[in-house]
């Protein structure tokens, strides 16, 4: 929707916020890369070295492993050299503290919000997924680490709550699922529930009360996962791992009847290395396929997801889900109501070139995915689809409704018979008449009322995306890192957005006072209605009173759909004003003022 000719300005990536870039770089899936160090069992094999580097916390460049290599080769692009510029980049002195609070920490916070998000971690066999995702006592990973903050933002933010949360922990192992919280797990069958989505029967759920809860059967989960020593890494996982944490809260303010929960999935891949390469033979090797097939529909649905989201013509849009266990699982995760996060992981030794290539050509293209994240981000945006889906499915019950209402009063009444009522009948006529009016005035009242809110709801919307874009510019511009020209394009960005939100607001009080006036005049409408009905006890009473009776009955109907529209908005209202606090606990909330 356009106001005043101000489209609302989209979300750009949340997480690294000091990235602007002034084109149509915006993002949900947000692509970090973390280079792990040479090991030190491959520091002392004399023809090892590290060949990558990360620059500017962004930019990783893959050197050619020949050394023999000389600047001429690099002029005229002889070398393998290759760089790739992503959302964020770590070097291998960074810690999984620093991933986490580059990559996950917003996200996290958002599903305390009722936002659901995934999480995975790819990469080739032995670049750091585990040690990203699971971690060590001394220096925990992601997985730890996200249970951490959401009992510390409970403990801050929500302590007074209702406050639940659940996990659950298994492993995808060669097409066949395995509860990784219970000693000897059987396989588990995958269940699709028309209310609640893709659901493993049988897995086991842990209510969680603290992040210790929990550890104990990590690290039990983890002893449990299906590794094998391959040339790569001692021990390599040969199965996806997937932790999935449920969080759900009752907020005590005015939305209490709200329950939000989200979906937090943590994804440890197993390692995307080719069989062939892996000198792998026999179950190792079947294990490669099979691993590599979930990868590759992974891949694909990201792809697919990616193609629809930019708006791609139907028919593209069909996504893959079911041709993988572990696309099927992270359905719910990747798409709709759902942020994403890939951390790629690559080893810098130079033998481990080419797969350090693949993995960042991969990410790369999972990079392309972020155009569309702006759709994405904007889960608000999809709400209102389904929301408009369903008014014009109601205003089509209305028009049908009315529709039998005519063809009802059509059908002469009883007392219609009685040729010595002809007066009466008259008068009943004409009672009906305006009473059918009323009701009518009644209809257009409530869609009269339904877009004006709708309409508040959506210039809300864009103001929504319009601060966090200007949250971000000023970040941009107070860096004081781009380039001359972007400097100027986002200040010329900033402004514009300052524009658009001032007329939107002066939109919005407009439509509110218009709302005001359409209540006023539905109250109007209900007590003509109600003066109609009790000033009438002649004889037309009975018969006036039999149609009436349905005309209330119908309008009933209405009213109770408009209670369902009502409800809509009134939960998209409780989304935006929780998206309004994670901005204001971000310091946005001066912006707001
Ligand atoms: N950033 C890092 N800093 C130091 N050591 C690391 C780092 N990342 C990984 N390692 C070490 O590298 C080895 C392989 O790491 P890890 O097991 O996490 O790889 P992986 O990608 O999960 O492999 P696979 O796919 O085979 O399971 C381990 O010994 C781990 O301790």
Redesign the pocket.
Known sequence: MDYNGKTPVKLSSVVNAQRYVPSTSNTSLIVGV????L?KSEQTKSNRKDIIRVIDGKVVVVLDPDESKDYLDQVQHRTKERRYTFDVAFD?Q?T?REVYDMTLRDLVSAVLYGINTTVF?Y????????????G?PNDPGLMILSLQQVFQDRDRLFRDEEFSVTCTYLEVYNETIYDLLVKNSGPLELREDPEQGVQVAGLKHVPVSTPDDILGLLEDGNRRRK?EA?D???????SHAVLEILVKRKPLNHYRVQQLRAKLSLV??????RAAETNNAGQKLRDGASINRSLLALANCINALGKMAAGAKAGANYVPYRNSKLTRLLKDGLSGNSRTAMIT?V?AANDQYHHSINTLKYADRAKEIKTHVVQNVGTVESHIADYQRMIDALQLEVSELRGQLMEHQAVPSPSSNSPTNGTSRGFEDDLLTRIDNLVQDMNENIEERINLQKAVFEIEDANLFNRYELKQLEEFLSAGQGTVKEVAEGRDRRADIQIAVRDNERELAKYKAEILANENSRTDIQSRIDRLVSSNSNVAFLNFMRTFRLQAIRLQEMKFQMAVRDQIIFEQRAVISNLWKIINRSGMGQVRA
């Open positions: 973390r280079v792990r160090p090991l291998f960074s999984n971690a990469g080739a066999t032995g670049s750091g997924k585990t040690y990203t995702m699971v060590s590794t391959t790569a890494n001692s021990a390599s996982s040969r440890d891949l197993a390692g995307s290395e992981t080893a």
